[in-house]
């Protein structure tokens, strides 16, 4: 994007598109409460007005977005920051608790007069029963719902400091929303987001006809405005909310998507609609710097939603997911340019894009000094209809808002009491089929037809039952996924058809698979599909699922168990003290926000409590010369340490200290608490972990913080780890046969007797443009996984630099296919080696159909013992460099952080199995290069070099794929 998101300290920027919307909308409404937000604050305490002033003074002071005013100026709308001021004040003797309220709900409808900058308001009434409130009123055009909790926030820091007659502590905030604006707006004009309005309108058409409730008084206007609405609230019983938590861990959704999955099915309910737009109102933060920042972010995704009655609610929740993950990576796309794109195509006067809100929310949390804020009605409508989640700790709430033109207060009781009963339902038994509880949808007067499948091509090579299967999954997922396949139906796709090819990736490789669970019950693995990414491959993958898939979890007691072969290997490295600190695996987060520390705490070790291979002890029998464990020890329990004098040396005895396997529980952890942040430490041995555990032991203690109902049942990880298969090993051993196990790196410093695994790590982006440029080639065109590009261009950037032509490549395979063990914590990674091979001149397009190949022979071969394959092909190697190759590749998805984690911390310090390990990570719609490097063997800029050489790798490949790498 040529557009830059910085601090530019201009006082008349251009007004954001979100923003020129609701001024529009004030403009054309005379003066209407519609984008108003009031907010009422029952004190606990007597005010200080004196305080509450000073306090008022320094949070408009501080966000520039509540003291601007907006202007049409030739044609544009401007606005233009003004001087801090002081927000007059207006107190007021209270009468009755319902009087105050009365007064509250009506001064909060009054109009603001936005070219005159008058976006807040004050109230203050005194002598209220329980003690005094407060109303604060704020336009739209400069607060959205995520603005609120940073406002009282600053507001109770700033009035706790004026009591005390100082001024509060603040750092300077890195950007304001005029900065926002001024980037917006060039975002919005930049070429590539036109081209993506204009794809996401393709997709978007179809659905996009009016959606029209049974109960609909009138027909949707042409246009939009001041709606006259009100709000009816619908709580979920307590029996009902502490179980959310549960079904969403148990289905593998957020409740974002639970809810979603809930809204489609319920609005088919009254509708009749089996396809229709909602339009999802996100918060549209994507920049760090934004999230304290006071303004209008917010955005409208419209979700594709699709519903079938036969479809259990767990098989809606699947498909919700799928789409909610595909349309939210559009929320950039400004809602209006989609809206203008989609009618331009439909051809009709409608400008409304979609006819029902969707938002899911935490409101702003109470204060010692205040309880929990109350938004209060406007009596008014954003939408025909609009569903709001409420989620305030434990309880849950669900409002909906509807224009009284439009809707009866009949037809939107019906609305939220079916939104709650399918709730209740589903927790209940989330695979009954959703014709069992929603019963008959009326006949809508009005009411579009669904569409109906095109007929059937004749088929020229039919396809067997299983392929057809498997056909119609790809039809089905490329389709979703935006990107056509050049078919009909699946009829035309043939048995050798590639899933790549056709357009896929691996992304959506994963949703296909998901889908096959919906529809077929079975469980596949990736590993088994990308090893023949076809339609017979997958239709054979299919048939071998539904054969296994109700073989019975095997029990297992506590042992003594047979370490796995990779436990093997790693107990064995644990004797070797120059590697130990390699094989732990900490995971370092911070924490968002206020935290309970204790609750944390508490969290954890019942996390690290509940799961078997967290309590092993590892020991040797010398005569069968085997290590086994048994998963009866005691638990860790976590250590809270407050105020260390030096946190780094701190945090790094915590992730670098080896365990006594054999005495110890193989996991550490350690809550620190600083000056205002809180930081976990969660340090588990390679032993009893892999990367996939990690992330399931972060959602459980996110959800066990939360309280968010029961977490999963455990598995032991000897029930569900696949068997090796010796057998593989040959196959193994023949492919990677002849290459180089010991290739020419640009070391700076040779090795020494033994490896030294101490780290450093360097990144690069590929820049959109060049990584869309790729991905037509190598995914479009050649069905390659960002897995295989990233292998394909390590390999060159070495040849390159002199350091042969054939390589090896280790990387790690889940290890994750049986049944169950999606939750498990264990280590179940088996080591891999892809050949990346540019002997005899390749083209690039040659190279890649080589690693491609070879990767799905790597695949297929995956239940080979590493070490088996170790010992046949390198068994004198020395104690100075990793077994087989000094090099390792992996790709991965950006993490997702559950709430309370706020992100990442790196380890400090860093260490390797490996003497460089580069990892293809994909954040949105870029990839971040990242390189891992022995520091006692390569310089940092030597390793910015071979990153370097794998950008122009880059640039060359997309730019001429016949040339030679």
């Not at 434990?394 to 009963?421: I, K, M, N, P, Q």
């Not at 450093?760 to 990584?771: N, Q």
């Not at 006692?936 to 794998?950: C, I, S």
């Amino acid at each position: 994007m040529s557009a830059e998101l910085r601090r530019r300290g201009e006082r008349t920027a251009p007004a954001s598109a979100g923003q020129e919307r609701l001024w529009l909308i004030e403009e054309t409404s005379g003066g209407s409460a519609t984008y108003n937000v009031p907010v009422f604050l029952a004190w606990r305490e007597r005010i200080d007005v004196a305080a509450l002033a000073s306090a008022l003074e320094f949070v408009v002071e501080r966000h520039e977005a509540l003291r601007t005013a907006y202007e049409l100026r030739d044609g544009r709308l401007l606005q233009t920051v003004l001087d801090p001021r002081t927000p007059p004040i207006e107190v007021i003797d209270a009468d009755s608790a319902e009087a105050v309220r009365a007064e509250a709900e009506r001064r909060g409808r009054e109009p603001f007069d936005l070219a005159k900058g008058t976006v807040l308001r004050c109230v203050v009434w005194r002598g209220s029963p329980g003690c005094d409130a407060l109303l604060l009123v704020v336009h739209h055009i400069a607060v959205d719902g995520w603005s609120l909790q940073p406002l009282l926030d600053d507001l109770a820091v700033a009035y706790d400091a004026a009591l005390e007659g100082k001024r509060p502590p603040a750092d300077e905030l890195p950007l304001q929303y005029a900065d926002f604006a001024v980037w917006d707006r060039a975002m919005a004009q930049a070429p590539e987001i036109r081209r993506a309005v204009e794809e996401r309108a393709d997709h978007l058409v179809e659905f996009s006809r009016a959606l029209v409730l049974d109960g609909c008084t009138r027909n949707p206007a042409a246009d939009e405005g001041s709606r006259p609405g009100r709000q009816r609230d619908f709580p979920i019983p307590p029996e009902v909310s502490a179980r959310v938590g549960h079904l969403s861990l148990s289905l593998r959704a957020t409740p974002f998507v639970l809810w979603f999955a809930a809204v489609q099915a319920a609005l088919y309910r009254w509708s009749g609609r089996r396809e229709f737009l909602v339009g999802a109102v996100t918060a549209n933060r994507n920049h760090p710097e934004l999230e304290p920042l006071i303004g209008f972010f917010v955005n409208t995704v419209p979700l594709r939603c699709a519903v079938d009655p036969d479809w259990s609610f767990a098989e809606l929740c699947r498909k919700a997911r799928t789409e909610a993950y595909r349309s939210l990576s559009h929320q950039k796309l400004p809602f209006d340019q989609l809206t203008t794109a989609v009618n331009a195509r439909r051809g009709t006067g409608r400008s409304s894009l979609v006819d029902v809100g969707f938002v899911h929310q935490a409101p702003p949390t109470g204060h010692t000094r205040w309880a929990p804020p109350v938004e209060l009605p406007t009596e008014t409508a954003k939408f025909d209809l609009m569903v709001i989640v409420n989620e305030v700790g434990d309880d849950l709430t669900v409002t909906v808002e509807y224009d009284t033109d439009r809707y009866s207060d009949e037809a939107c009781g019906r609305l939220g009491e079916t939104l709650v009963a399918l709730l209740t339902a589903a927790v209940g038994d989330p695979d009954r089929p959703l014709t069992e509880f929603l019963g008959e949808p009326p006949a809508v007067q009005g009411r579009e037809a669904t569409s109906t499948p095109a007929p059937r091509k004749r088929e020229s090579a039919p396809l067997t039952r299983e392929q057809r299967r498997a056909a119609e999954l790809f039809v089905a997922v490329l389709s979703d996924g935006g990107r056509r396949v050049g078919v009909g139906a699946a009829d035309e796709l043939t048995a050798d058809a590639d899933f790549f090819v056709l357009g896929g990736h691996s992304l959506l490789a994963v949703s296909m698979l998901a889908e096959a669970e919906r529809r077929y019950g079975v469980e596949l693995s990736p590993r088994v599909f990308l090893t023949d990414p076809t339609v017979a491959g997958l239709a054979e993958a299919l048939t071998s699922a539904e054969a296994r898939r109700d073989a019975p979890m095997p029990a297992v007691d506590d042992g003594p168990l047979p370490a796995t072969s990779a436990q093997q290997r790693f107990w064995l490295l644990d004797r070797m003290p120059w590697l130990r600190p390699a094989y732990l695996s900490p995971t370092v987060v911070e924490l968002a926000g206020d935290t309970d520390r204790e609750a944390l705490r508490r969290a954890v070790d019942t996390v690290l409590a509940r799961h078997p291979a967290l309590r092993s002890r590892f020991s040797l029998d010398r005569k069968e010369r085997r290590v086994h464990y048994r998963t009866d020890g005691p638990p860790a329990v976590t250590t809270v340490t407050a105020a260390p004098a030096d946190p780094r040396a701190h945090l790094a005895e915590i992730c670098t200290t080896p365990f006594d396997l054999a005495k110890e529980a193989p996991v550490r952890a350690d809550i620190m608490c600083l000056d205002g942040r809180t930081v976990l430490a969660l340090v588990p041995h390679h032993i009893v972990v892999d990367g996939w555990s990690a992330q399931v032991l972060l959602d459980q203690i996110a959800a066990a913080y939360r309280r968010d109902g029961d977490l999963a049942e455990p598995v032991h990880p000897a029930a569900v780890a696949e068997p090796v298969d010796a057998d593989r090993v040959g196959a193994v051993v023949e492919r990677l046969r002849g290459a180089p196990l010991d290739p020419s790196l640009p070391h700076d410093r040779p090795r020494g007797e033994l490896q030294s695994t101490s780290a450093a790590t360097v990144s690069v982006f590929l820049g959109e443009e060049r990584l869309r440029r790729l991905r037509e080639v190598a995914v479009g065109e050649l069905g390659c996984s960002t897995f295989v590009i990233a292998a394909a261009l390590m390999g060159a950037a070495l040849a390159r630099g002199g350091g042969g032509r054939d390589f090896l490549l280790a990387f790690p395979w889940s290890g994750r296919d049986s049944t169950g063990a999606a939750d498990a914590v264990g280590m179940f990674v088996n080591t891999l080696v892809v050949r990346v091979d540019l002997t005899g001149e390749p083209t690039w397009r040659e190279l890649l159909a080589r690693v491609r190949d070879d990767a799905k022979a790597a695949y297929r071969d995956a239940t080979a013992p590493y070490d088996a394959v170790v010992e046949t092909l390198h068994p004198t190697r020395d104690l100075g460099r990793p077994p087989l190759t000094p090099l390792y590749v992996t790709s991965a998805k950006e993490p997702d952080l559950s709430v309370p984690f706020a992100r990442h911390l790196a380890p400090d310090p860093l260490f390797i199995k490996y003497e460089l390990e580069l990892t293809a990570l994909e954040r949105g719609d870029d990839l971040e290069l990242e390189l891992a490097y022995a520091t006692a063997l390569f310089d940092e800029r030597t390793a910015h070099g071979l990153l370097d050489a794998m950008v122009a790798a880059a640039a060359d490949l997309s730019d001429d794929p016949d040339s030679q790498p």
